[in-house]
């Protein structure tokens, strides 16, 4: 019999002891839900383990929820649907990295790279209904490329940056407009307009050889049929890259990781039961919100 595991997102309530045998570690993320809730429930950013053929996977988890809930929230996928063999990590991203998105919000032109962080929780996969924050006023779309590492980064140029990727996708920065900008004139960070639960909603991943010029992409989002955001990577400011590099001076970029590097303009917000295209080199994905 073998052992097979993958690094999730996991939610876990209330394991009958019929249940299959688990093994959970990981850093305990919050351990109550409502109290009216019969589950006890503990949330984790966890390794997940069963022992068996079948391994874990979200098939496993949907045929069996009878013997209690295990939701995995995201993990790292291609385009077909098999899993990465990496951890969910951080996500890093730039602010400001194309000219037309900077003169929309009218904002200044910055000298060097602007960088701020979402946590892993902030992943969502893009299957997954997106859920807005309620009463924090309007939240926006930030249509991005997204760029998943898998090779620890430090220090790096932008030719070991390149060979540092494991594929590439296209994701939501999600971003509470009203929020930033009271935070913006009082010269706060982002993060708390930025880095909530779910902040990040991302497509599976294709491999960098399906995305031979990555530089040249083009990207776009509808909302609703409607063509909100579109785009071409080589209006970045920052190169994809050289990004990479830049980020890996200040901190370690390490497996698992997302970069983000930058949206176009067209921001707008999301709305209850909007449904939502994300197209990248010509494949699409769809979102809607809940």
């Keep these: 019999m073998s052992c097979s595991s993958v690094w999730a997102n996991c939610t876990i309530r209330s394991l009958p ?14 351990t109550h839900e409502s109290s009216t809730s019969p589950a006890f429930g503990l949330a ?39 899993p990465l063999a990496l951890p969910i990590g951080k996500v890093v991203c730039i602010g400001r990295n194309y000219l037309d998105h900077i003169r929309e919000l009218n904002n200044a032109v910055p000298e060097t790279p602007i960088l701020f962080m979402k946590p892993a929780t902030a992943l969502a996969g893009l299957d997954e209904a997106i859920r807005l924050p309620a009463g924090r006023g309007e939240c926006h ?7 998943l590492v898998d090779r620890e980064l430090r220090n790096a140029d932008t030719d070991t940056a390149r060979t540092a990727v494991a594929g590439y996708g296209i994701a939501l920065d999600l971003t509470l407009r009203d929020l930033q900008n009271d935070l913006k004139k009082k010269g706060h960070p982002w993060e708390t307009a930025k880095a909530f639960d779910g902040a990040c909603p991302l497509s599976t991943f294709l491999h960098p050889e399906a995305l031979p010029e990555p530089q040249a ?13 579109q785009g071409n990577t080589r209006q970045m ?6 990004l990479m590099a830049y980020i890996s001076t200040h901190f370690t970029l390490q497996p698992g990781d997302v970069v983000l590097t930058g949206t176009p303009s067209g921001v707008g917000p999301l709305a209850s039961g909007d449904v939502l295209t994300l197209s990248l080199a010509g494949h699409d994905f769809s979102a809607r919100v809940a």
């Design 237 to 242: 400011m920052v190169g994809i890259f050289e």
């Design 44 to 82: 984790l950013f966890c390794r997940a383990r069963r022992c068996g053929p079948a391994g874990l996977t979200r098939q496993y988890l949907s045929r069996h929820s009878q013997l209690g809930t295990i939701l995995v929230a995201y993990q790292h996928r291609y385009l077909d649907g098999s």
């Design 217 to 229: 992409t083009e990207l776009a989002l509808r909302v609703n049929g409607e063509l909100r955001q």
């Design 141 to 147: 779309h930030e249509v991005e490329l997204a760029v």
């Design 17 to 30: 002891p019929t249940s299959p045998s688990w093994q959970v570690s990981g850093q305990l993320r919050s």
